[in-house]
């Protein structure tokens, strides 16, 4: 039997802590507020995953993972579970929701939906709501998952308070991305792209920040300065919008459906008022942006555009 002290009390699942994605900490602190209490359960840290029993036995896995957490937090009748991406994730939800007769939740962004997605596999009867970041993927998953209106709710990842920016004061040309090394991101066209402006302009400077994986990842040549970081605070990461004049942000369709929904850090840059050159890919014109932007289609083929623009807004720092 469930106690008082257990009314409203909302456990978010999710897969594991990401340091450049600190916007899953602000939704909770600013979204949920009717819950008595919010608690986040890191699946990672449940289970165990072993390759070969994972990929013949996945089902059974997301079962025993549920069971865990059930008994590991006393989950009952009174609480819900809110699965924070709509993939693995969702399906261990899910077996908390039959087992324990809890209400169940699902908070949908972008590769989750398009990519080993369990939206498909789960009766929309099932779940109570259904929680989108970006306004087109939202509209898509009720198309194509059949999902009920009346469940379905826009609900935009909370910015954090951001400085705005302006014309920094220094001799490079700084220009910033960041992002992770996955084909979304497109890294390959932001590169191009680059090497391309390099000639045009002098002391140019550009720092990739992101890089979790570097394999695959190749510096191009050129007579420009590269700096790669790994990662970064989020307070580090505003700092160095701060010190730029330019982001330069790729993004498409991968084969494999996956896509940005909504890009934290181009709405962050975007909210700061830096400039921002960046590829349209899914959804991207859905962000506000209050300094000067670019939007193009593909970032290779629209090279002499972008050079053009850049050079109205800085003619200071064409090469003589």
Not at 91 to 119: E, G
Not at 238 to 253: A, E, F, P, Q, R
Request: proline share 5%.
């Amino acid at each position: 039997m469930d106690s008082p002290a257990a009314k409203n009390r909302l456990f978010i699942l999710t897969a594991q802590p990401n340091p450049t994605e600190t916007f899953l900490d602000r939704d909770i602190a600013q979204q949920f507020n009717d819950y008595h209490d919010k608690t986040i359960i890191y699946l990672n840290s449940v289970i165990k995953k072993q390759p070969f029993f994972s990929r013949l036995f996945p089902s059974l896995l997301h079962k025993l993972a549920a069971r865990t957490i059930i008994r590991n937090h006393s989950i009952g009748k009174r609480d819900t579970i809110l699965a924070y991406w709509a993939n693995y994730v969702l399906d261990v939800a899910f077996n908390i929701s039959k087992i324990a007769q809890a209400k169940l939740q699902v908070s949908c962004h972008a590769n989750d939906v398009f990519c080993r997605s369990y939206l498909a596999k789960i009766d929309p009867l099932y779940i109570d709501r259904y929680y989108f970041c970006c306004k087109k993927t939202m509209e898509w998953a009720i198309e194509n998952y059949a999902l009920r209106k009346g469940k379905v709710e826009y609900a935009a990842h909370n910015l954090p308070k951001l400085p705005e920016w302006a014309k920094p004061v220094v001799k490079h040309f700084n220009i910033v991305n960041i992002a992770r090394n996955s084909p979304k991101k497109n890294l390959k066209g932001v590169l191009s792209c680059l090497c391309y402006l390099e000639p045009y302009f002098s002391n140019m400077t550009f720092t990739q920040i992101g890089l979790h994986d570097l394999k695959g990842f190749i510096l191009p040549e050129g007579n420009f300065r590269i700096d790669v970081k790994e990662s970064m605070p989020f307070e580090e990461i505003c700092d160095k919008m701060l010190n730029s004049h330019l982001m330069i942000y790729g993004s498409c369709i991968a084969k494999d459906g996956d896509r940005d929904g909504l890009p934290n850090v181009l709405r962050e840059a975007g909210a700061m008022g830096l400039p921002v050159v960046y590829e349209r890919g899914w959804a991207n014109d859905e962000i506000e942006y209050k300094g000067p932007s670019l939007a193009v289609n593909c970032l290779r083929k629209e090279k002499e555009k972008i050079l053009e623009w850049i050079l109205r807004l800085y003619p200071e720092f064409e090469k003589k």
